[in-house]
Every structure is written in C-alpha cells, then in structure tokens.
C-alpha cells in the first residue's frame, strides 16, 4: 500500500510536491511491479475533485480544474497508479484526516489544524499591534457556511481502508469519508469563539474587505478554496464494499475537543514563536551546537520545524575543536567515563582508576588541575573521529526530515560566495529580505582561513584519515578540497 505523501501547496514547493506525489508513486510502481504485487493499494485524496461541487462520484478524476499543485500532483498520481498494468488497483480517498477518534492524537498537522494554526497566528500578530481588537471587531471572510467539512478520523480511514484491501474482489475508486460532516460556517464560528475572537461575517466577494480582512485572507489562501462551495462525496462503492464487515462507529468528530488539543499543542512547541513575538522579530532561528545528534527527538517535538545544516571541513572543524574549551572538556570526560566505566562526575567508583593514563589524571573532579586542563593539547586525529561520528550519525538522524524542511549549506561558501549562499538561508527560513539588506549582511562576512596546510606532514595525514569516513558521507560536497589534498600528498 502506498501512503506517503507531500502535503505542501504553496508555487515555491512544487518541486517537491511533485517529487514527491508523482515521481514517488511512480518509483512504488516499479518496484511493485519488480516485486510481482498482483494488486496495488493507492492512498490519495477526495479533493482530487478540486473545484467541483455537488455530489462527487467514487470515479476516476478526469481534467478536474484543480485549487493548488498538491491537488494536481495527486490526479497526476492517480493517473499513473490506474495505468498500472501488473494487476489489480485500488484508489483510497480520505477526506480532511485528523486524529484518533478516542485519543484525538495526531502526528501531522495539515488540513483543519493547519487552518486553525493560521488563525492562531493571526490573532498573536494582531494582538501585538493592538490588543483586543479581534475581540471587539469582527473580520470578514469569504465563507459558505451551509458548505460541508468532511473530517474523518485516521483511525477510521485505517479500518475502513484494511477492511476492503482485504477482500479480493474490491477494486477502483472508494471514497474514505465521514457519513456526518460539519458544517463550514458553525466550523469557523466555533474555532473564532474558542480563541476568543468576535464571530466573523461571512459573505461571497472581497470587493469590500478592509485591510484586516485582506491580511487573514492572505494567511488563508490555500484553506480558502476548501471553505467555499459545496462537496458532497459518496460512499456508495465504499459501504458496498464494506457490506459484511465491522463497521466502524462513526460519530461527529468533537470540533472544540479537537481544537484544544491541538491548542495546547502549539503552546507546547510554540515557544520559538512566543520568542519571535516577545522580541519584535519577524522569525526565529534558534542555533544550539551539538544537537545534529537528536534531530530525531527535535522533529517529534517540533514536528513543523525546519531544519539547516551547516556543514564545515572536517578538518578545519577539528582544529578549530582542539582548540575549543568546551570541546576539550567533553572530549575528555568521554575518555574518563569510557575508562572508568561511570561518570566520574556523578559517581566516586574509582575501581578501574588505575587504567587512566597519566595525561587524564588532573582533570579527574577530585584532583582537576586548571593549569593542566589549560595546557592540555587535544589529539587531532581524536577531533577529526569525533567530527566523522557527527556527520555519519547525524546524516542517519535528517534522514527523517520530511522532504521541502531540510537545506544543507556549507560554511565556506558563506565567505566564498556570501549573497547567493545569505539568499538562500532567508528564502528557506521564509523571511522577505531586499538586495539592500543582503549586500549588508555580505560585508559582515569574512572568509575563512584553514591551518590544515600548516601542519606537519604527519599531522595532516593522521587528520585526512580521521576524517575519511566524514567526508566520504558528505559525498560531493567536498569532493574538490579532497582531490586537492590527495595531490598535496603525493609523493614526487
């Protein structure tokens, strides 16, 4: 079954999204076929009907006039799954997907809560300019109240989707939706009052939106298409399909339960907004060394989080390390534990101190020797293995960045070629920046300088071999600096 998707929408990510929803389902086709699958489970989307309205058949999408590329990239993936020709196809099309039915938990955050996260973000924006005035004054949004919201719980859409898998004879379009949906306008109503926001007028035309009402119109594009209209999906090939299985008990999804959750969500991981917002800045960026290794752990936390890597030659990055107080420090506490088995810091188990080599003695906590510490020359080589293990463990750990959230720079090319390289930075972090500001921002930079080539020949060597395995992971990225190294080296 293919599942996987990208939920982007926005002109600058279509790139990506059809990376992803396209040439993505078409690489699972292959494979399906390479693997001899007689059948193909596809997971796509009801609002493959884009601006259709009324009542929307389980049929295969034909020339549908689309709102946005991920709506297109998915009629463009249906195509290809339906001229697979290794067997039988079916097309799953959930509707808006939230959380569990019981637990109201969710892992992603697209769909309602996506509008819900604009709204948010609009009122704290305007709570700063002057508080109180989306409480006291009404905004104006092109809404269909009496329109549908289909929102169908993934614990649903799961059951509903492994149930007709299973049996053999189902095949073609179906449509995974709630039989109960809300209704567009008390939707809205309903997630303005819990944020304490005056009820908004609905009306059909912009012509007559004030500033305020264009600045949240702004923020609603992508969702704007969705609150509009009228789209009534059938089930009719679904419950047949269904007929003779458990069925799941389908009750309306709790609007405001809903939305607190995920309120408090957004309180939980929004605090890099409360910073933007406490400090008069337009976004922030938060710069923590050593935490390549717990990208992992960001991502769960900070699940819409955007992630740069900035990469630097291992070995200028090590002697810059050898260096580094900080560095030193860690790098010898993990020698001490390693010999003595526990943390030297946190127990006095001192049953292997006699393994400790002589040089790591004075930093033992019960006889440190600030003199010593201050003398003490950090390995090379040692830095150059530490700085390979980050880059090798910390490129497993962005393998689970979603597609579109992750920029991989190098610090060189900050100084080599400063106003592409800033450019790019602020394009990925999403904050508008002018030539003007871009030419300053260059003139603050200054290259870099390596001392690798001031080393003794045997320094170097040692280092380039530490730093082999780092280098070989960044790939091309540093291919040229390798190349010129090995010739550096080579015997006469």
Not at 96 to 113: E, K
Not at 366 to 374: I, P, Q, T
Not at 396 to 416: H, I, M, N
Request: some cysteine; glycine content about 8%; charged content about 25%.
């Amino acid at each position: 079954m293919a599942c996987g998707g990208s939920l982007q929408y926005e002109n600058r990510h279509v790139d990506v999204i059809r990376a992803t929803n396209v040439e993505g389902t078409r690489r699972v086709l292959t494979l399906a076929g390479q693997l001899g699958a007689g059948t193909f489970n596809y997971i796509s989307t009801a609002y493959v009907a884009g601006r259709a309205t009324g009542s929307i058949p389980e049929a295969q999408s034909r020339g549908n006039a689309t709102n946005n590329h991920y709506e297109q990239s998915k009629i463009d993936a249906e195509t290809l799954v339906t001229s697979w020709a290794n067997g039988r196809v079916r097309i799953f099309r959930p509707s808006i997907v939230v959380g569990h039915s019981r637990t109201l938990g969710a892992t992603s955050f697209s769909g309602c809560y996506g509008f819900f996260r604009q709204l948010v973000q609009f009122r704290g924006m305007i709570e700063r300019t002057q508080k109180g005035l989306l409480s006291r004054s009404p905004v104006r949004m092109r809404v269909h109240p009496d329109g549908d919201l289909n929102v169908v719980p993934v614990d649903a859409v799961v059951q509903e989707a492994v149930a007709i898998a299973l049996q053999d004879a189902c095949e073609g379009v179906f449509h995974l939706t709630h039989p109960f949906p809300w209704k567009t306008g008390a939707t809205v109503r309903a997630m303005f009052e819990l944020l304490g926001m005056h009820a908004p007028i609905f009306i059909d035309r912009r012509d007559d939106f004030s500033w305020l009402d264009q600045q949240l119109d702004k923020r609603m594009d992508f969702y704007g298409s969705y609150i509009i209209g009228h789209k009534h999906f059938e089930r009719i090939r679904t419950d047949a399909a269904l007929r003779g299985c458990e069925r799941f008990a389908y009750a309306e999804v709790p609007l405001v339960e809903l939305c607190q959750w995920y309120f408090q969500v957004l309180e939980e991981t929004q605090v890099f907004g409360f910073l933007a917002h406490r400090f008069g800045k337009r976004a922030w960026v938060e710069r923590s060394g050593g935490s390549l290794r717990l990208v992992r752990r960001l991502i769960k936390n900070f699940p819409d989080a955007r992630f740069v890597h900035l990469v630097r030659d291992g070995r200028t990055c090590a002697i810059s390390m050898s260096r580094h107080l900080g560095f030193r420090m860690a790098l010898i506490a993990v020698q001490l534990t390693e010999i003595l088995g526990v943390d030297p810091w946190e127990s006095r188990d001192r049953a292997y101190v006699d393994d400790v080599p002589e040089e790591l003695l004075p930093f033992l906590p019960e006889r440190f020797d600030r003199e010593a510490f201050l003398r003490y020359e950090t390995p090379l080589p040692l830095c150059g293995h530490y700085w390979s293990g980050e880059i090798v463990t910390g490129l497993d750990e962005l393998s689970g960045v979603a597609p579109g959230r992750l920029l991989t720079l190098r610090y060189e090319d900050f100084g080599q070629a400063p106003r592409p390289t800033i450019a790019r930075l602020m394009e990925f972090i999403g904050v508008d920046v002018d030539d003007v500001w871009i030419e300053r921002m260059a003139g603050i930079v200054r290259p870099a300088r390596s001392r690798f080539s001031e080393l003794a020949p045997g320094e170097r060597r040692a280092l380039m071999e530490a730093c082999q395995p780092g280098f070989a992971a960044l790939a091309e990225l540093y291919s040229d600096e390798i190349a010129e190294a090995a010739l550096d080296e080579a015997p006469i």
